[in-house]
């Protein structure tokens, strides 16, 4: 079994049917114990209104186990919330650390940096910090990019389409910048309503 299951499962552990099949008082406590060390690894995405999200998040100076299970949680977390891409502050950890699975790019790094960029296209952006909307953005269809791996190793690479849009939205993160934050004001305007509703519902 997969850890992305685990979610289609969710109703079944609340309501004990899967628990049922095991016998002894010891067996429900192993499978108990083993679902809550997989929902851990999925963090509570921080919403629209959080201070996190604008703030300047911190370079990482070097790549640590611990900064490997920030990593492996944001992917976690990336996959549970169907996303193509995820940056620290998202899950309230102020250090330039994302991780992206998109058009065939995957990535797990820090400090990510752009060194080139190509002509401009538009395509619709969305992000789990403001759930239910969506709009159009005009980013670099082709950049060339710096970054440190997972292992610690300095990376340069070329991006195109979906993955480049992916790096540079998680990096504006890194900046407190929101993909609304480059919404006309006309348009934003016309959601502001409803990004006060996200931001009145925070916990």
Known sequence: MIRGEILDLHTEF???SFLKQFTQPSDTQKVWDWAAQIYNMIREIRLYGDPVLTKSAETVPEITEEIRDILTDMWDTMEANRCVGLSAPQIGVSLRLFVINAGGVVIRGANPEVLTEGAPSEDIEGSPCIPGIQKPVR???????RYLDESGEIVER???????????????HHEGVLFIDHLKPGVRKLIQKDLDRIAGNRA
Do not use: F, M
């Open 14 to 16: 609340i309501s004990h």
């Open 139 to 145: 980013r670099p269809r082709k950049i060339t990019v």
């Open 158 to 172: 070329e991006l195109k389409g979906v993955a480049a849009r992916a790096y540079l939205h998680e990096k504006d």
